[in-house]
């Protein structure tokens, strides 16, 4: 089973705006409401990829039964908190002219000490060896910035594969659970590193120094200029696909669920990265929070070339 935690799932609401201009009168051409978070996204991906999976997340208020009747609709299983306060919604506005994605998200309700008991809980709960969490994300105001950690190392201590995929000071305390995989962005490793990264060889030398602080896999995801991944064995680099793109929300929650299915499974680093690439791929050419077509995703597959490259770091 691989349960995902969202502790600050939203509605998606992605508006299309053709033009879209800062400070003036928008006309919105379509509108999409889907169940989101980052956690939430992952276990879409992982149900279509048929991988056992179960999504964590509190939900209140309106948008909490929108989110409760989305996931059920979807087939998604999922074991949702109950909590007072309202549910987020998050604004996506595409613009198909201009070719941007811009979000603007809520804060999330703050979750009580009670209520972060229950949902360690429903963590905790029957999770085993051959299991894994996905944890990703923000958190809601009053959230400790600790949490993932702490929720890291007690999933692992239970035999658990943990993942993080978070920014911030949740990533870098989350690093302190020693998970077995990260995710960042260029940009989120960018601020770990406290420096711009705009070589491979600076990047490959954050992926290095990521790995010795904790994190025993790292990939890190770069949009359409594709990813790499960092193992024990070696630095493995795929680059993107040439597509147009509808959506890129979600996305790197398609990368994720993908790459955590493969290593569950215990594919090899090159077999792994292939297969996220592809998910993440498919996932762009679809508007909206929705997963990638299957069929998309084998096309896509087939068109994935991975190469091993050889670092050994900076000389002394």
Not at 50 to 76: S, W
Not at 119 to 136: E, I, M, Q, T, Y
Not at 142 to 165: C, H, K, M, N, Q
Request: proline content about 5%; charged content about 20%.
């Amino acid at each position: 089973m691989i349960k995902t935690v969202t502790l600050n799932p939203a509605v998606d609401k992605a508006v299309t705006i053709a033009e879209f201009a800062v400070g003036e009168v928008n006309r919105i051409v379509s509108v999409r409401l889907d169940a989101g978070g980052k956690g939430i996204n992952v276990a879409r991906v992982l149900h279509r990829l048929g991988a056992p999976a179960l999504a964590l997340a509190p939900v209140g208020g309106a948008a909490g039964q929108f989110l409760a009747g989305r996931l059920d609709e979807e087939g998604i299983p999922c074991r949702l908190l109950k909590i007072s306060g309202e549910s987020r919604t998050n604004l996506k506005v595409v613009d198909p002219v201009l070719g941007t994605h811009t979000d603007i998200n809520e804060p999330g309700t703050p979750l009580s000490e009670r209520e972060l008991d229950r949902l360690r809980h429903d963590l905790l709960d029957d999770l085993g060896p051959g299991d894994a969490v996905v944890f990703s994300g923000s958190v809601p105001t009053g959230v400790p910035s600790d949490l993932y950690g702490t929720w890291i190392a007690e999933a692992s201590s239970r035999g658990a594969f943990t993942v993080l995929d978070a920014e911030g000071a949740l990533f870098s305390k989350g690093l302190q659970g020693a998970p077995d995989l990260v995710k960042p962005n260029r940009a989120e490793l960018e601020v770990w590193a406290g420096r711009r990264l705009d070589t491979d060889d600076a990047l490959l030398e954050a992926m290095k120094l990521l790995r010795s602080s904790g994190a025993r896999t790292v990939a890190v995801s770069l949009g359409s200029q594709g990813a790499w991944l960092a193992t024990e064995n070696g630095f493995w680099f795929a680059p993107g696909l040439k597509v147009e793109a509808q959506s890129t929300v979600g996305a790197g929650d398609a990368f994720v669920a993908a790459l955590t299915w493969a290593l569950v499974r215990r594919q090899s680093p090159q077999e792994a990265l292939a297969a996220a690439v592809a998910t993440a791929t498919a996932s762009v050419v679809r508007p909206g929070t929705g997963a990638g077509e299957l069929g998309d995703i084998e096309k896509f597959r087939a068109q994935v070339a991975v190469r091993h490259v050889s670092f050994s770091g900076r000389k002394p």
